[in-house]
Nanobody, 121 residues
Framework: QVQLVESGGGLVQPVGSLRLSCAAS????????MGWCRQPPGKQRELVAIITSGGTTNTAESVKGRFTISRGNAKNTVYLQMNSLGPEDTAVYYC???????????????WGQGTQVTVSS
């Protein structure tokens, strides 16, 4: 059993800031990468940012320079600092992780429940 739980979403005004958090728990042997995706209303889910266990990051062009992804000291947490938010950032944000469970040799992707971010005046 593996679970990812997001927090930190909410309503924010344009150009405001918000920080999302995600914690992974369960029978996890190792985590190779964690990241964030988002799904705007009526649109498909899209990549926002990812970070590997080695610290390498990859951020979508649409949020580059505004969003920053980072890992917690425990390595089972990931954060997304969002600055200069605009209405186009309104979406459900999902945490995801590529990890290996105990007694399993293959790597799988797990998803969180999602947290709503609404940018509006």
């Amino acid at each position: 059993q593996v679970q990812l739980v997001e927090s930190g979403g909410g309503l924010v005004q344009p150009v405001g800031s918000l920080r999302l958090s995600c914690a992974a728990s369960g029978s996890i042997f190792s985590i190779n990468a964690m990241g964030w995706c988002r799904q705007p209303p009526g649109k498909q889910r899209e990549l926002v940012a990812i970070i590997t266990s080695g610290g390498t990051t990859n951020t979508a062009e649409s949020v580059k320079g505004r969003f920053t992804i980072s890992r917690g000291n425990a390595k089972n947490t990931v954060y997304l600092q969002m600055n200069s938010l605009g209405p186009e950032d309104t979406a459900v944000y999902y945490c995801n992780a590529r990890l290996t469970r105990y007694m399993a040799g293959n790597e799988l992707v797990y998803w969180g429940q999602g947290t709503q971010v609404t940018v509006s005046s």
